[in-house]
Nanobody, 119 residues
């Protein structure tokens, strides 16, 4: 019933800011007690949890990305957004948004969107 879809640019230049939006349908991002997460995968790497925003609007980030990542939301549009500053080619990968139903259990995922950082 719940559907998530990522959107944003597929190509970003080094040093610029990546901005991705996840649009949620079939459920509200303000419904207790879900977390709304951003996860990415680089070639040859596993899934990397980047951060999340809770149903209350609180945010949490991976220590590795805390200095560069920011997650926000627009409850009127039922969307949440990832911004990643100062990107490098190492940020290239497939980015997913997902709902955390609790205890790091992701019950719904977007299809993922490819992001390439290149000049």
């Amino acid at each position: 019933q719940v559907h998530l879809q990522e959107s944003g640019p597929g190509l970003v230049k080094p040093s610029q800011t990546l901005s991705l939006t996840c649009t949620v349908s079939g459920g509200s991002i303000t419904t207790a007690y879900y977390y709304w997460s951003w996860i990415r995968q680089s070639p040859g790497e596993g899934l990397e949890w980047m951060g999340a925003i809770t149903y209350r609007g609180s945010t949490y980030y991976s220590p590795a990305l805390k200095s560069r990542a920011s997650i926000s939301r627009d409850t009127s549009k039922n969307q949440f957004t990832l911004q990643l500053t100062s990107v490098t080619p190492e940020d290239t990968g497939v980015y997913y948004c997902a709902r955390d139903g609790g205890m790091w259990l992701y019950d719904y995922w977007g299809q993922g969107t490819q992001v390439t950082v290149s000049s």
